[in-house]
């Protein structure tokens, strides 16, 4: 890439560096995919592949003895299979197993936005597993890197028509920003090697894509289930008279920090105005091209749109965006968020169909001692002619079951227990945790496999403090990059170090507002400890009615 800058500018990122070199997005992809010498690839692909929805990783619980016996780090693949709007058919359910089982751990992974990632797929596997998850018509291109992501939808609007209409705008506006470059064909789908990289053009992006990743969620009030504004552009929609009349749009959410950084934070998103539907897709672009135009390429840390909201303000943004527009936004309507947690059980869904909401803890579905999961799911999509819904709270909604079929799923349920989720506590419903180890490269500490531990504790020092029944949430992480989001939760824990945890209290659970930091490096004592004292003065000193978020604030945080 040709250096033109001022000599007191600094150098683009190293991933910046690559994207303008990668030929839209192919580098040595090919070549590495060839090397059977490892079962790594070259740096630079590692960085490129993300934006084909995969990440190379490797088991971390291996790291030492691998290290010990002179081995190179047992490497392995994270694939993520984007689901817009988290609508999938019960074939491409038993697709995604039949692949988890060939080629990964046999598990599957929902995430907090609506995709499915496979873990441990070997390199030598990742073209077939890309063909197959192409066959079921799903894709993994842009799952992840520089580029928008996977639209998140409300999974289970009120009322519930609501919905197709919702996911079909969450289509619309996940198509429009979908990368074209053919480099995804090339490298995974085609039969005969090729190479159009010179007829190729990225109309939207450029050759060097964004600066970081661009997040979108459609929600639903008054549920937050999607978190609206975690994301850099949030749209909440606005039913007036029955009918969908457009969407309030919140720009610049963001969750990653880094400890000890100050200059890195979580932000809100903050609404700006309004939009009737026909426009949305038009507004989603001009706000993503801010971010391609404006965002800092030259630390990534400092490249998501929450900061270049931070160093312009928001009324440079607003008029950014309604110059690109031509038009101004129209004023917010007025909207309220209630909640965000899925209720597990039966809804009604539209047409006479019903929705079972199942509790998936913390979204790892595979077939574990004495509870066949994901053997059960199968089995219920082999007979299922409804659809699939993956939540961003990590569960799984069975969707438009007709009446004839509700005998027949409720009778699989209680074969299985599959309703243990109705009756497990409240807060061990509501609560979230991320992957982390072994797989994440990030991870400073567990989360995924510690969380059910902790919650077993929790839930003690709950029940003695005479609060069991109370929907507090719990929401852990293990690093600052906050992929569980739990900087909204109104008890958010982040890794810290091994064993380590950073503990924030006051979020709301609704998700409109950041909760604060209360204490640092606790180990699991010293964090049981701290919460015993909130929750003992919380039992005995709230309000009628007061929330534990706004009691920590009120209370334990020092005071809003
Ligand atoms: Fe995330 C990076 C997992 C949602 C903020 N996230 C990662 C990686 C890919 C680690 C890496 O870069 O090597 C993790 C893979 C772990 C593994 O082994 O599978 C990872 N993130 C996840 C998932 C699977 C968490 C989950 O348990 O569900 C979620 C997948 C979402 C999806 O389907 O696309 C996931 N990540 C989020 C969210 C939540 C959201 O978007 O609603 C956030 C916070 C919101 C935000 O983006 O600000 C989030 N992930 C991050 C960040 C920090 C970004 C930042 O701006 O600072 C990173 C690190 C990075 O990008 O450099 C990250
Ligand atoms: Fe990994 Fe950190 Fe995200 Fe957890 S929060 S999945 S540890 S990057």
């Not at 790594?40 to 490797?58: C, E, I, M, N, S």
């Not at 619980?61 to 609508?87: N, Q, T, W």
């Not at 943004?317 to 597990?344: C, I, M, N, T, V």
């Given at each position: 890439m040709p250096d033109n800058r001022p000599a007191s500018e600094p150098p683009p990122t190293e991933v910046e560096r690559v994207k303008a070199s990668s030929r839209y997005l192919r580098g040595t992809i090919g070549e590495s995919l060839a090397d059977?010498?490892?079962?790594a690839v070259a740096r630079p692909d590692t960085h490129l592949l993300k934006f084909h929805g995969t990440y190379q990783q490797d088991d971390r619980d291996l790291r030492r003895e691998r290290a010990r016996r002179k081995l190179e780090p047992a490497y392995e693949f994270m694939v993520r299979i984007r689901v817009p709007g988290g609508v999938m058919t019960p074939e491409q359910w038993l697709a995604v197993d039949r692949i988890a089982h060939a080629s990964g751990r046999g598990t599957v992974r929902l995430t907090t936005r609506q995709s499915l990632q496979l873990h441990g797929v070997p390199k030598w596997d990742l073209r077939e597993v890309f063909r197959a998850i192409h066959r079921s018509?799903?894709?993994?291109?842009?799952?992840?890197?520089?580029v928008n992501r996977n639209v998140v939808?409300?999974?289970?609007?009120?009322?519930?028509?609501?919905h197709a209409e919702l996911v079909d705008w969450s289509r619309r506006i996940g198509d429009h920003l979908?990368?074209?470059?053919a480099a995804y064909h090339e490298l995974w789908l085609a039969e005969q090697p090729c190479d159009r990289a010179a007829e190729?053009?990225?109309?939207?992006?450029?050759?060097?894509?964004?600066?970081r990743k661009f997040k979108i969620a459609v929600a639903a009030p008054p549920s937050n289930d999607v978190d609206?504004?975690?994301?850099?552009l949030g749209l909440i929609a606005i039913v007036e008279g029955g009918r969908l009349a457009g969407f309030n749009v919140a720009v610049g959410g963001g969750m990653g920090r880094t400890h000890g950084k100050a200059e890195t934070f979580p932000a809100l998103a903050r609404v700006v105005g309004f939009c009737p539907p026909e426009q949305v897709v038009d507004l989603a672009e001009k706000a993503l091209l801010i971010e391609r135009d404006?965002?800092?390429?030259?630390?990534r840390r400092h490249a998501r749109l929450k900061y270049v909201l931070a160093d312009r303000g928001i009324e440079w943004f607003q008029d950014e965006l309604h110059g690109r527009l031509g038009r101004p936004l129209q004023p917010p309507r007025p909207y309220r968020f209630e909640h965000r947690a899925d209720s597990p059980g039966w809804t009604e869904g539209p047409g006479g169909t019903h929705h079972l909401t199942l509790f998936i803890g913390c979204g790892r579905v595979g077939d574990f001692e004495e509870y066949p999961l994901l053997s059960i799911l199968c089995e219920i999509a082999g007979r299922h002619g409804g659809h699939f819904r993956l939540t961003p709270n990590q569960n799984l909604i069975v969707a438009g079951v007709p009446d004839v079929d509700r005998p027949r799923v409720e009778q699989l349920v209680c074969e299985y227990r599959l309703d243990d989720g109705t009756r497990s506590s409240p807060v061990r419903r509501a609560a979230l945790a991320c992957?982390?180890?072994?797989?994440?490269?990030?991870?400073?500490a567990e989360s995924e496999r510690y969380l059910p531990r902790l919650m077993a504790k929790l839930e003690g020092i709950l029940a003695e403090a005479g609060l069991a029944d109370e929907a507090i949430d719990v929401r852990m992480s293990g690093?600052?990059?906050?992929c569980s989001r739990?900087?909204?939760?109104e008890i958010g824990i982040v890794g810290r170090s091994a064993g380590k945890y950073t503990l924030y209290l006051g979020g709301t659970a609704a998700g409109e507002r950041l909760n604060r930091l209360y204490r640092?490096?606790?180990?699991e004592e010293e964090l049981l400890e701290a919460l015993r004292g909130v929750f003992t003065r919380y039992a005995r000193?709230?309000?009628?009615?007061?929330s534990f978020g706004d009691f920590a604030v009120r209370a334990a945080c020092g005071g809003a």
């Amino acid at each position: 890439m040709p250096d033109n800058r001022p000599a007191s500018e600094p150098p683009p990122t190293e991933v910046e560096r690559v994207k303008a070199s990668s030929r839209y997005l192919r580098g040595t992809i090919g070549e590495s995919l060839a090397d059977r010498l490892t079962g790594a690839v070259a740096r630079p692909d590692t960085h490129l592949l993300k934006f084909h929805g995969t990440y190379q990783q490797d088991d971390r619980d291996l790291r030492r003895e691998r290290a010990r016996r002179k081995l190179e780090p047992a490497y392995e693949f994270m694939v993520r299979i984007r689901v817009p709007g988290g609508v999938m058919t019960p074939e491409q359910w038993l697709a995604v197993d039949r692949i988890a089982h060939a080629s990964g751990r046999g598990t599957v992974r929902l995430t907090t936005r609506q995709s499915l990632q496979l873990h441990g797929v070997p390199k030598w596997d990742l073209r077939e597993v890309f063909r197959a998850i192409h066959r079921s018509g799903l894709t993994t291109m842009a799952a992840s890197g520089d580029v928008n992501r996977n639209v998140v939808c409300a999974a289970n609007p009120q009322p519930p028509e609501l919905h197709a209409e919702l996911v079909d705008w969450s289509r619309r506006i996940g198509d429009h920003l979908t990368p074209r470059t053919a480099a995804y064909h090339e490298l995974w789908l085609a039969e005969q090697p090729c190479d159009r990289a010179a007829e190729d053009t990225e109309p939207l992006y450029g050759p060097t894509y964004l600066p970081r990743k661009f997040k979108i969620a459609v929600a639903a009030p008054p549920s937050n289930d999607v978190d609206v504004f975690a994301h850099d552009l949030g749209l909440i929609a606005i039913v007036e008279g029955g009918r969908l009349a457009g969407f309030n749009v919140a720009v610049g959410g963001g969750m990653g920090r880094t400890h000890g950084k100050a200059e890195t934070f979580p932000a809100l998103a903050r609404v700006v105005g309004f939009c009737p539907p026909e426009q949305v897709v038009d507004l989603a672009e001009k706000a993503l091209l801010i971010e391609r135009d404006f965002g800092d390429r030259t630390n990534r840390r400092h490249a998501r749109l929450k900061y270049v909201l931070a160093d312009r303000g928001i009324e440079w943004f607003q008029d950014e965006l309604h110059g690109r527009l031509g038009r101004p936004l129209q004023p917010p309507r007025p909207y309220r968020f209630e909640h965000r947690a899925d209720s597990p059980g039966w809804t009604e869904g539209p047409g006479g169909t019903h929705h079972l909401t199942l509790f998936i803890g913390c979204g790892r579905v595979g077939d574990f001692e004495e509870y066949p999961l994901l053997s059960i799911l199968c089995e219920i999509a082999g007979r299922h002619g409804g659809h699939f819904r993956l939540t961003p709270n990590q569960n799984l909604i069975v969707a438009g079951v007709p009446d004839v079929d509700r005998p027949r799923v409720e009778q699989l349920v209680c074969e299985y227990r599959l309703d243990d989720g109705t009756r497990s506590s409240p807060v061990r419903r509501a609560a979230l945790a991320c992957v982390a180890l072994p797989t994440c490269g990030l991870a400073l500490a567990e989360s995924e496999r510690y969380l059910p531990r902790l919650m077993a504790k929790l839930e003690g020092i709950l029940a003695e403090a005479g609060l069991a029944d109370e929907a507090i949430d719990v929401r852990m992480s293990g690093c600052p990059n906050g992929c569980s989001r739990p900087y909204l939760a109104e008890i958010g824990i982040v890794g810290r170090s091994a064993g380590k945890y950073t503990l924030y209290l006051g979020g709301t659970a609704a998700g409109e507002r950041l909760n604060r930091l209360y204490r640092e490096k606790l180990g699991e004592e010293e964090l049981l400890e701290a919460l015993r004292g909130v929750f003992t003065r919380y039992a005995r000193q709230r309000t009628p009615g007061e929330s534990f978020g706004d009691f920590a604030v009120r209370a334990a945080c020092g005071g809003a």
